[in-house]
């Protein structure tokens, strides 16, 4: 049986979607898609494994959908948050 490694979920701000990212000892990424039920509770929806050469071409992707949508927000009138940042403490 291969191990596993969930990173934090990203719940969205209705808490009833979130998404999931697994890491496997393969190096292959599942993205996970599931919604919350009252009767069932988190229930996957949807299942996407990304082998390790794909990372890439997915982050490029993701970023340039999120780039896109953004500017048309604002085109819009709207406003884009910014992302959350951890800040890391100083050296000294």
Known sequence: M???AILQ???STDN???IEAVLRD???VMLKFSTWRDDLGWTCQKTIEVAPEMLDDLHH???AMR???NRKK???GGTVTNSKVIEFPNVA
């Open 74 to 76: 604002v085109e819009q």
């Open 67 to 69: 780039y896109r949508v």
């Open 26 to 28: 393969d190096s292959t």
């Open 2 to 4: 291969q191990q596993r």
């Open 16 to 18: 009833e979607r979130k």
């Open 9 to 11: 979920p990203s719940v």
């Open 61 to 63: 992707t993701l970023t």
